[in-house]
């Protein structure tokens, strides 16, 4: 079983930044791939970031790309997107999800390839 915890979101003005975190807890971090999702009210749940368990490949959605940052930091077993230039259409509630893959290199942006996923963290982006 694997807990996440995510951190960092708020209420911040367009054109701002915000760095998200989530900490993993329960399984090895480096058997994990990592995704960061969002859902706004009356959405789906959409594809953000993803980043690969050795960290060295990352895949994006298309409208994020340029202004936000997928990493992660083994020695804390924790996730981070790092979000500037935000926009309104930023606002949403962010999900961090991890999930048990046996490639170091592979990255998914579909929900269902993820096996755990964090509470949620509430972002902001007033205009």
Do not use: H
Not at 12 to 22: F, P
């Amino acid at each position: 079983q694997v807990q996440l915890v995510e951190s960092g979101g708020g209420l911040v003005q367009a054109g701002d930044s915000l760095r998200l975190s989530c900490a993993a807890s329960g399984r090895t971090f480096s058997s994990l791939v990592m995704g960061w999702f969002r859902q706004a009210p009356g959405k789906e749940r959409e594809f953000v970031a993803a980043v690969s368990r050795s960290g060295g490949n990352r895949n994006y959605v298309d409208s994020v790309k340029g202004r936000f940052t997928i990493s992660r930091d083994s020695a804390k077993n924790t996730v981070y997107l790092q979000m500037n230039s935000l926009k309104p259409e930023d606002t949403a509630v962010y999900y961090c999800a991890a999930g048990v893959v046996w490639s170091e290199s592979v990255t998914y942006s579909r929900p269902s390839a993820y096996d755990y996923w964090g509470q949620g963290t509430q972002v902001t982006i007033s205009s």
